[in-house]
């Protein structure tokens, strides 16, 4: 099972609606999202398509980041208040027993995953808090730091999920510029083997979060795909735009992206609604007879997004 962290904004909830309506996202897919907007508008669209489609992915009531961040009610009542709620409840651990107990009890929840990131003390304390019955998925962030841990949650007949941190950022998008094709992550490959229930990463998002940003000098599409000449890993390829000088022409530094990313996905067969709507920006005509359409940086994520999450797919459909 994958379980993809997301930040619940608006591109990465349009990725996973449009994935969702489209059928296409294997139900070996459960994405966690952490939501960083005080306003529900998004997410309640979200919910719409994941009803119709029966689709349940995880919702942290308690986000580390954001408008709302915090042990508060608010995404706790914002649940409990959906007509036919098909958000499952996630936890942020960071030393909060009495809060996550106490919420766990008051709105009767079954069926939660816990999260164990970095910020946490006190292990003794989770591991009890690991043994309540309605915990029933437990993710942990690089487990190979905590041995001790991990064999404990190991021994629990839980769902246990590994989470790493995968993506590397660079400084600048520019940066991407030089670095060549590489391995991304295998975790889908040995996770069931090490004894792990599921495996989870940021997708091809970095797992800082970043709320906005300025118009960048270069524009980066992370592309994944599996390798089949290095044992089905996944590797990245960062498709950079070339006139990186200035942050002028953000349209055209796109196209130098995109039309980069086309070409490897035709050199390869690469096909999937990812590469089909990229492909359409770059062949729209206009009526005046010029081709291309810039869709915006957002677009450029969720496409990005789209495209890591068929490939997991893709892959956990065939074993």
């Not at 294997?26 to 669209?45: C, G, H, Q, R």
């Not at 029933?136 to 190991?154: C, E, F, N, V």
């Not at 970095?206 to 940003?213: A, F, L, P, R, V």
């Not at 990313?261 to 359409?280: K, L, P, T």
Request: one cysteine or more; hydrophobic letters at 35%; aromatic letters at 12%.
């Amino acid at each position: 099972m994958y379980y993809p962290y997301l930040r619940a904004r608006q591109f990465e909830l349009i990725s996973l609606r449009e994935l969702v309506n489209e059928e296409i996202l294997s139900d070996k897919i459960i994405p966690v999202l952490e939501p960083v907007k005080e306003s529900f508008n998004n997410l309640n669209l979200a919910h719409r398509v994941f009803q119709d489609k029966n689709f349940s992915p995880y919702l942290i009531v308690n986000p580390f980041q954001g408008e709302i961040p915090g042990d508060t009610n608010v995404f706790l009542d914002y649940l409990s208040n959906l007509d036919n709620c098909h958000f499952l409840h996630a936890f942020h651990y960071s030393d909060n027993t009495d809060y996550i107990l106490g919420s766990i009890e008051e709105y009767k929840l079954n069926n939660c995953l816990l999260i164990c990131l970095e910020n946490f003390s006190d292990e003794e304390s989770f591991k009890e808090l690991c043994q309540n019955p309605s915990i029933t998925h437990i993710m942990l962030q690089d487990p190979s730091k905590y041995r001790g841990l991990d064999r404990y949650i190991k021994g629990l007949n839980k769902s246990y999920i590994r989470l790493d941190d995968v993506f590397e950022r660079q400084q600048r998008n520019a940066d991407f510029l030089n670095i060549p094709a590489h391995k991304f992550t295998e975790e889908h490959l040995y996770y069931v083997e090490e004894n792990y229930q599921g495996f989870s990463d940021f997708t091809v998002l970095t797992s800082e979060y970043i709320d906005g940003g300025s118009t960048p000098r270069a524009v980066v599409i992370h592309f994944t795909y599996l390798n089949p000449h290095e044992d089905n890993q996944i590797w990245v390829r960062h498709f950079t735009s070339e006139t990186n000088d200035t942050i002028a022409n953000v349209q055209g530094k796109f196209y130098e992206a995109a039309q980069k990313m086309i070409v490897f996905c035709d050199e390869n067969n690469i096909e999937n609604s990812a590469v089909n709507e990229m492909r359409g920006y770059l062949t729209f005509v206009h009526e005046d007879g010029a081709i291309g359409r810039y869709p915006g940086l957002g677009t450029v994520k969720k496409i990005s997004i789209k495209n890591h999450l068929i490939v997991v797919s893709n892959y956990l459909n065939q074993i």
